[in-house]
């Protein structure tokens, strides 16, 4: 277990190194920087000494691989440096955009699986046929639908028409759910389809027949078997779909003009702002990775078939099962009939 | 006494793209109680459906469209899906076909069993896991808390089908449907469910109704036998009574088809010892990982001789016909074949040795490709094999002609050797131009059978041929078998799990057990006078005494 989060944890360290230095060469392949383009502004009437000055001062006179060398390292102290436009650090802005995201999308997951829920559940148990076809074909609508097309009518009804929320966020939570409900929108799409197909397969595998031959109503077979075994692939999935849920919130932040890491990433790579979009690069791969690993870690309580770290399980299950075999003696004969009776 | 269950003109159908396709006709048994009915036949003769027709479970296109299932006093056909509910698992329960997932692979085992208890009882919680402790004692655990916090996955075949058993039995059914209890499982774990169903039942009697295609099981576990055949009970009577003096055609048919009734109807002739080896197995060793699957076999095979593995699985009898067709190399030994060394051979160093060594598996039809016709199926060891001098570049040339002459219309290249290999086997010409999945089970088998023959080989590996069919049709192959070997003067290492099969078709018999031959030697000294405690365990276990019992 600790050779494997270790293992974990050096992918983790790997994958952030890449992001940063992906999304560092991305950046730096456009013309210009922050800095530059505030100089060149001819409203900024800067001198040319000042702009060398001001050019050294954040070390953009220096060859570009030096900078990235620099900024690496600062990173990897945890000093992610200062923003080029308000000369703010990174790690400032970062902390006082998160908390508003960080509602917004963990409200969103949970709008997510709340709707993937319901859906993959009418699909398979409704009991109305047209009902089952109706929401079966609801993952593919959600897909379809943009976030800001659906974030724009949800607006448009709730908040201009019928006014039940606030269409700018003024920190409450009835500002919160619209934005959180679109973004859930978009992640459910997925969940559902994957949730609706799990547990239609396991409800025709033979265990579930024999649950039904023990007398087992639908819904005792949905919460003690059907529910477990076809979470699983919903469960990886909603790793995945966390990255989709960081992409939305940057549309989302804008639509419902919303303060959070969107909104901050949105104002950084308009400007050019290299080290406040690499300080969010950072943060939502850090995001990512952790919660893929708390899933991979989730994966043995749902189905204890599955060992964390991978260990071939098949010769130690084959040496038990060699075991057992021997050990178990044929049925007992001819026990005294009282035993049968409870 | 009155019938715990009596079924009245029972008709069953599937509804199939808006019509009623029925499955089971007019159907009418009685069980009384503590009696075990079975119903044989083989596939599709509508005997499962009966089976589960009376648990109120056929599948979602199905429907009893005529006919009463009287359980005691209620009417079962006219329940509701609460009525239904009420008797499933309380008064009629299931011991399921595959017992390898009829349990919930996520679930602890008694927690699984306990669901009957929770479904039918007022127990508390822990009279519940009481009861479940108790239940598995009775079906033969020990260790039983352990047990009860196992998942399926950690037990083997027959354990996981001893938890089905506890929880059919846990609240004490008046009737049992078992179906197919034990096809999956080896030979002496059969006996031992079987004899635990028997044992359970003598105490409590409850009544079973024991659904198979294994006429050797029915024969030996049944009061009362029912024989199915195209959805019609053909023939029912008291089991000696049938087995002695059958009524039907069919039910004669089948009873000639066992295969312990074949081998009494005939003599083999000994292949004579100054015949040349063929096949020479010296110590041979396969380790996988840490496991050694074949650890330390020595046998010899002469030409025209069959030559059988018999074994439990796991115990390295198909490893060993894997190293014999060069499929898979040897740790260590020797394995000469013709004469050649093929220890060290890889699978190109085997080519050459390819023609004159076949094999035949057990499932034909994930051996063929899907794409492929009978024709390129049978076609397609020619085309690998023949005009193909080593080392020249026609490696890829052979194989599209192949693939498109049959296309483009007129004769195809190999026709003439298709066509015989597949008269051979026995099948119509017609074949040809047909694809597998339009064939039955036997001519897919006849179809593998002619692949192997089309380079008229010698010596034909056969990896369980008959195991997947139902027992009229592996009579048939098993008499093509005997026919080709005597016409061709072919040498069979035969592969099974079944020892009546071996007895039928066999010179001489490897008993494997954990990767090594416990005991060999001609078929009828190891059947009539077994030198090993396991040789005798296996023969023991063989079901179908009472089949044999009147036969010479």
Do not use: C
């Not at chain 1, 709340?114 to 609508?141: E, F, H, M, Q």
């Not at chain 2, 024991?210 to 049944?222: E, K």
């Amino acid at each position: 277990m600790g050779r494997y989060l270790a293992r974990r944890g050096a992918q983790a360290v790997l994958v952030l190194w890449a992001a940063y230095t992906l999304s560092f060469v991305l950046l730096s392949a456009l013309p210009g920087d922050a800095v530059t383009n505030r100089i060149q502004n001819p409203e900024a009437n800067i001198s040319p000494e000042g702009a060398r000055t001001l050019l050294a001062y954040y070390g953009l006179d220096r060859p570009l691989w030096e900078q990235y060398a620099h900024s690496l390292v600062g990173a990897s102290r945890g000093d992610l440096g200062y923003s080029l436009t308000t000369a703010q650090p990174v790690r400032e802005l970062l902390a006082s955009a998160l908390p508003s995201t960080l509602q917004l999308t963990s409200l969103g997951l949970v709008f997510g699986v709340l709707i993937a829920a319901v859906v993959a559940v009418a699909t398979n148990y409704a009991p109305w046929r047209w009902l089952r076809t109706l929401t079966a074909s609801g993952p593919a609508l959600f897909a379809s639908v943009p976030t800001f097309v659906a974030g724009i009518v949800a607006l448009q009804y709730l908040s201009f028409r019928y006014g039940l929320i606030p269409s700018v966020d003024d920190g409450t939570f009835r500002a919160l759910v619209a934005p959180a409900a679109t973004l859930g929108l978009v992640v459910a799409a997925p969940l559902s389809q994957v949730f609706a197909t799990s547990i239609r397969t396991t409800r025709s595998q033979p265990f579930v027949h024999v649950l039904h031959a023990k007398g087992a109503r639908e819904g005792y077979i949905f919460r003690k078997d059907v529910l477990r075994n076809s979470s699983l692939p919903v469960l990886t999935l909603l790793g995945l779909a966390f990255g989709e849920l960081i992409a939305g919130s940057v549309v989302t932040e804008s639509v419902y003009a919303r303060s959070g890491v969107g909104q901050l990433v949105v104002g950084a790579v308009n400007t050019q702002d290299l080290p406040v979009v690499q300080g969010v690069v950072l943060l939502s791969t850090a995001a990512y990775v952790l919660i893929n690993l708390v899933v991979d870690l989730a994966y043995p309580f749902v189905d204890p078939r599955i060992l964390v770290d991978g260990a071939p399980r098949g010769a130690t299950r084959r040496r038990a099962r060699q075991r057992s075999v021997v050990v178990e003696p044929a049925a007992p004969r001819l026990l005294p009939a009282e035993v049968v009776m409870p | 006494m009155t019938a715990v269950l009596s079924v009245e003109n029972l008709t069953v159908g599937y509804r199939t793209r808006g019509t009623l396709v029925p499955v089971v006709h007019d159907v009418s048994f009685e069980v009384e109680p503590g009696q075990v009915l079975a119903l044989v036949g083989e596939s599709g003769s509508g005997k499962t459906t009966t089976g589960h027709a009376v648990l109120g479970l056929l599948p979602g296109n199905g429907q009893v469209t005529g006919g009463r299932i009287r359980f005691r006093d209620q009417v079962l056909t006219e329940l509701g899906p609460r009525g239904w509910r009420d008797v499933r698992g309380r008064a009629v329960s299931l011991i399921p076909q595959d017992p390898g997932v009829s349990l919930d692979p996520v679930r602890r085992v008694g927690h699984q069993v306990e669901d009957v208890l929770r479904l039918h009882t007022d127990l508390d919680a822990r009279a519940r896991r009481d009861r479940v402790l108790e239940l598995f004692e009775l079906v033969g655990f020990t260790d039983v808390e352990r047990r009860y916090r196992q998942y399926p996955g950690e037990l083997s075949g027959g354990m996981r089908q001893r938890v089905l058993i506890a929880s059919a039995i846990a609240v004490e059914p008046d009737l049992i449907i078992a179906d197919e209890p034990t096809s999956g499982l080896d030979a002496t774990v059969q006996k031992q469910v079987l004899d635990l169903i028997d044992d359970l039942r003598a105490r409590s009697g409850t009544s079973v109704v024991l659904v198979t295609h294994d006429l050797g099981v029915a024969a030996d576990r049944s009061d009362l036998l029912g024989v199915m055949q195209h959805g019609r009970l053909v023939e029912t009577g008291p089991t000696a009574q049938v087995l002695a003096d059958p009524q039907h055609d069919y039910t004669r048919r089948l009873l000639d088809s066992v295969p312990a009734r074949l081998a009494s109807a005939r003599e083999r002739v000994e292949v004579p010892a100054s015949r040349e080896v063929v096949v020479e197995v010296e110590d041979l060793r396969k380790v996988y990982g840490d496991v050694a699957a074949v650890d330390g076999t020595s046998f010899e095979v002469r030409r025209g001789e069959t030559f059988s593995i018999v074994g439990e699985s796991g115990s390295g009898k198909s490893t060993t016909a894997r190293v014999l067709t060069g499929l898979t190399q040897a740790t260590s030994g020797r394995v000469r074949l013709l004469g050649t060394d093929v220890t060290g051979l890889g699978r190109r160093g085997f080519r050459p040795l390819r023609r004159d060594v076949q094999i035949v598996y057990q499932n034909p039809y994930a051996s063929f490709d899907p794409r492929f016709d009978v024709y390129q199926v049978v076609e397609e060891p020619l085309r690998s094999l023949r005009d193909r001098p080593p080392g020249s570049g026609g490696r890829f040339s052979g194989r599209f002609s192949g693939q498109f002459s049959g296309r483009l219309g007129g004769r195809r290249p190999h026709e003439d050797e298709v066509v015989a290999a597949l008269e051979a086997a026995a099948l119509p010409a017609d074949v040809v131009h047909r694809h597998p999945r339009e064939l039955s089970g036997g001519q897919r088998q006849r179809v593998a059978i002619a692949r192997a023959l089309v380079l008229e080989p010698k010596i034909v590996v056969l990896d369980e041929p008959i195991s997947a069919l139902d027992v009229s049709v592996a009579a048939q192959i098993l008499e093509l078998l005997r026919t080709l070997q005597a016409e061709r003067d072919l040498t069979y290492v035969f592969i099974s799990h079944d020892l009546a099969v071996v007895r039928a078709i066999s010179d001489r018999v490897a008993v494997m057990r954990e990767g090594r031959i416990v005991e060999h030697g001609p078929v009828e000294r190891v059947f009539s006078a077994p030198e090993t405690d396991y040789t005798v365990q296996l023969l023991d276990a063989i079901a179908g005494r009472r089949l044999t019992a009147g036969v010479p």
